[in-house]
């Protein structure tokens, strides 16, 4: 295979056995996962990670040729990624686009929601709307990262693998939630997380999508998923700042390509022109 091949194989796979480390699987050899694991390795870079799916087939692909070599040298028996499916490379247009009326359906269904958690919930989505986090940092925030009670909010979202750290300036109705929730907060002894469950823990990523499933299904959007709220962010950006680089400095991307990748699929045809007129210069 081309040195270039090989040296993106080699990090596919370090990421998985991070991932394998960090997930209840410390103690075991990546040899002795099955099917199962490899699912829920899908599952964490598709929801949690919130991959493009070009990006995650290349990781499962990855894990077959890995496997497959195991398997011929007598290591293990079975391949269990051979048979995980792929994902298509075609969003649905659901997970990529929400109108201004699916936001507005959307936020009702919030107001509508639990008394108990209509603070929080209203807080995460607003966060999700508003700054454009992934799941992940959303979870990751802490309270020391939020910024309201100066001239310019903002949020500073700590940097990861993928991610840079940034600092992303906060609109009025973000802070009004984020304001409404810290008056409302009940952290455990010792928790820092910014937002958390009704223990005052650290909130899952997995109860994120929980409720958000909740409120999508209330408000009749179906495949919502929180990437879909990281594009109406990345779009608004634009919109207002017709500035790529902006956008990808605030969505966290390296590379300007990257955010042209993920702002064209989801845009009308008039954004399209000016995402390719800003290529063209």
Known sequence: MAPATVVNYIADLRAFLRWSEESNHGDRSPLILDIRDIQRYRSFLQETKQHAPATINRRLQALRKFYGFAVT????????????????????????????????????????????????????????????????????????????????????????????????????????????????????????????????????????????????????????????LRYVYARSVFERSGDLKRVTELLGHRHVATTIRYLRPSSPQGMHNDIDNQMDS
């Open 73 to 228: 040298e007598g290591w293990i028996q079975k391949n269990p990624a051979e048979r995980i499916s792929l994902l298509s490379e075609n969003a649905s247009p659901r997970s990529r686009h929400l109108s201004a009326a699916d936001v507005s359906r959307l936020l009702e269904a919030v107001r509508r929601g639990r008394p108990r958690w209509v603070v929080r919930d209203w807080a995460i989505i607003q966060v999700f709307l508003g700054a454009g986090l992934k799941l992940s940092e959303l979870t990751e925030l802490h309270v020391s990262d939020v910024h309201i009670d100066v001239d310019q909010p903002a949020l500073h979202v700590s940097g990861d693998l993928d991610h840079s750290s940034r600092v992303i300036p906060l609109e009025t109705d973000v802070c009004d939630a984020l304001r409404a929730y810290l008056s409302a907060r009940k952290g455990a002894p010792g928790v820092e997380h910014l937002f958390v469950n009704r223990d005052g823990r650290p909130l899952s990523t997995r109860s994120v999508q929980r409720l958000l499933r909740h409120y999508a299904r209330e408000a009749e959007l179906d495949d919502l998923t929180t990437q879909a």
